[in-house]
């Protein structure tokens, strides 16, 4: 059984995960229960992470990865990742302009935009490692963005893939941990 918040392994009826201090639920499934295998579910019990809710907009994905500052074990939906990325585009796009106004446009970047990208770095880099841990690679695949042309191409695959199906030695599936107890 895994912590859906850290992607953990936890003691089976724990409370609490011993990993990151999650509150953990337990609910017993039957044997009836059908597709039990596609949501994680393996055995009779259940661990979800209980106040835990998918963000709904854009702001709040993008704050769910910066909350994870530099956080780089478990798995990141595809979904999580772009999000960020669009959100740190559109950030990136506004800091731009206020550095135009305030430096004249002499210099670029400008010294807001060099603070925002020491700031996000690490819960880019983090949401990253996640996203290709989702993905089933491990996150020194990262570097494959150093090899000329073929390497950004690659990377864009790997960012593209859905989801490994089930459980890998990085977590659950992140797709069902958001979904409530049946």
Not at 2 to 29: E, I, R, T
Not at 52 to 81: H, M, Q, T
Not at 104 to 121: E, K, N, R
Not at 151 to 171: A, E, R, W
Request: glycine share 10%; aromatic share 16%.
């Amino acid at each position: 059984m895994f912590c859906p918040n850290c992607g953990q392994s936890v003691v089976p009826n724990a409370k609490f995960c011993q990993s990151c201090g999650a509150k953990l639920a337990v609910d017993v499934m039957g044997d009836q229960d059908i597709g039990s295998r596609e949501r994680g579910v393996y055995g009779s019990v259940r661990a979800s992470h209980t106040s835990a809710r998918e963000p709904r907009n854009i702001v709040d994905w993008y704050l769910s990865v910066l909350k994870k500052y530099a956080f780089f074990r478990g798995r990141a939906r595809r979904k999580e990742y772009w999000m960020f990325c669009l959100a740190n585009l559109i950030v990136g796009f506004i800091i731009d302009f206020v550095d135009v106004l305030i430096t004249g446009g002499y210099d670029w970047p400008g010294p807001i935009m060099l603070l925002y990208s020491l700031f996000v770095f690490l819960p880019g880099l983090g949401v990253t490692i996640r996203r290709l841990h989702d993905v089933n690679r491990s996150g020194w695949w990262i570097f494959i963005t150093f090899l000329p042309f073929i390497g950004p191409i690659l990377f864009l695959v790997f960012m593209l893939q859905d989801s490994y199906p089930g459980d890998n030695k990085y977590g659950p599936n992140p797709k069902f941990a958001y979904r409530p107890l049946v």
